[in-house]
């Protein structure tokens, strides 16, 4: 699993299929993507709002997990990511977090939102501090909190896993890989 480190606005998703949530396994994992890109030292830690950072400015990752899988992004600019199963929501769930403003296609699953909205707390990094009608889908490649404004993509992985990556600016998704576990 070669990698080369990303240039900036670039990102690289790793999905761990058959993956079993444990945050220390987690920070281990991480911990081998980037010892095979990196060829300088790095440290990871724990903030004081619970998101695992390097001590690089360059180095940036985020982790999130959903029934069997794990996401991770790598990018050299800070980064949100989250994945979730596709699964039914009730109308009251939807209503928590989607703004009236905020529409739904008939090809969209409400889980894509959600993952939007998610990856920008992640990014953000303070948790639900942030009220997820806080955070506005201003179009189909910008959302906004309060002033800031965010850049998101959002996929589909095996038609039933929904994932966004968020970062500020445009960006690109430079590579997938899977591995399975």
């Not at 949100?80 to 403003?101: P, Q, W, Y």
Request: charged share 25%.
């Amino acid at each position: 699993m070669a990698m080369l480190m990303c240039s900036s606005k670039e990102v690289k998703l790793y999905f761990y299929l058959n993956y079993k949530r444990n945050q220390f396994n987690s920070i281990n994992v991480v911990k081998e993507l980037l010892d095979i890109c990196c060829n300088y030292k790095y440290q990871i830690f724990i903030d004081k709002f619970g998101k695992p950072r390097t001590n690089r400015s360059n180095l940036h990752f985020n982790i999130s997990h959903s029934n069997n899988m794990m996401l991770v992004g790598i990018s050299d600019d800070d980064l949100g990511v989250d994945i979730e199963f596709e699964r039914e929501l009730d109308e009251i769930t939807v209503e928590a977090f989607k703004n009236r403003s905020e529409s739904i296609s008939n090809r969209d699953h409400p889980i894509s939102l959600w993952t939007v909205k998610e990856a920008v707390m992640k990014y953000i990094g303070k948790g639900l501090v942030i009220e997820p009608l806080d955070v506005k889908i201003k179009n189909s490649k910008e959302v906004q909190v309060h002033n800031t404004v965010f850049n998101y993509q959002t996929q589909t992985l095996f038609e039933q896993y929904h994932f966004s990556v968020v970062m500020k600016g445009e960006f690109i998704i430079e590579s997938i890989e899977i591995i399975i576990l």
